[in-house]
């Protein structure tokens, strides 16, 4: 394994977009692997026993239903839901019909942005990042690193968020990556949308559609057409594609 593949590994690219304003901390049950971060003002303790808690409730319910509908965390494309569906199937039923993928890749996105919300109800600002997956709500501009594995942009530039753009959800999708399934070998597809169970479904597939340099605006003209999608940046190597509200920065790894 070598330095960039144990990064991801070992989620040290979260270091990279962490607000100085902010107090985080995390929190992982199984598969789910979460960095919040809630403004400092707001902060206490007893909001890590309450993400604790809705990343549990969120989990009983998606699991619940999976037991009922099998179907939907094996389907590649989408699904009708069963009547009486919790809210978090929902989500990722709505988002996987809007980008013509299967269920589960909104579900990082879907839970990101259900505990985002529900941390809202007692804080100002709130970011959830889920395996590269992040619900932001900000009262200032924000800038999140971007990881690409071994591309030379990795940790080398960001994508700035405006606080007026939030509450949004901003999602990665890799081929090359990570353990999420992707038919693609795009080293980052960062999409900007108007949920995180959005944006999350539609990195997917625009990832998909990379095999080879030549292909990213194969993923940015797809992505072009789906509603509530506000920006892409697509990267497989030393090449990337943009379009959108997507304004890319340089990083400083010195701070």
Not at 14 to 33: C, P
Not at 99 to 108: C, D, K, L, N, S
Request: aromatic fraction near 6%.
């Amino acid at each position: 394994m070598n330095n960039r593949e144990r990064d991801h590994v070992n989620r040290h690219y979260r270091a990279m977009h962490e607000g100085a304003n902010l107090k985080y901390y995390k929190i992982n049950i199984r598969e789910s692997d979460l960095a919040i971060g809630i403004d400092k003002e707001s902060y206490t303790d007893s909001l890590v026993s309450l993400s604790y808690q809705e990343l549990s409730r969120l989990r009983n319910c998606l699991e619940n239903y999976i037991q009922l509908q099998p179907e939907f965390q094996t389907s590649m494309v989408p699904v009708p839901l069963l009547t009486g569906a919790p809210e978090i199937v929902r989500r990722m039923g709505r988002a996987a019909w809007a980008a013509g993928v299967g269920p589960m890749a909104a579900v990082a996105g879907a839970i990101s942005e259900m505990i985002g919300e529900k941390l809202l109800e007692n804080c100002r600002e709130v970011v959830v990042e889920n395996g590269g997956d992040i619900f932001l709500a900000s009262q200032s501009d924000r800038i999140i690193a971007v990881f690409a594995g071994q591309s030379k942009f990795t940790y080398k530039i960001g994508v700035r968020v405006e606080a007026s753009e939030t509450p949004m959800g901003i999602c990665t999708s890799s081929g090359t990556v990570g353990p999420s399934l992707s038919f693609g070998k795009a080293d980052a597809v960062v999409i900007k949308g108007s949920t995180a169970a959005l944006a999350d479904a539609a990195a997917t597939a625009a990832a998909n559609r990379v095999k080879a340099a030549e292909d990213l605006m194969k993923a940015v003209d797809f992505i072009r057409d789906i509603a509530g999608i506000t920006g892409i940046l697509a990267i497989k190597d030393d090449k990337m594609a943009a379009w959108g509200c997507m304004e890319i920065v340089p990083i400083d790894r010195r701070r």
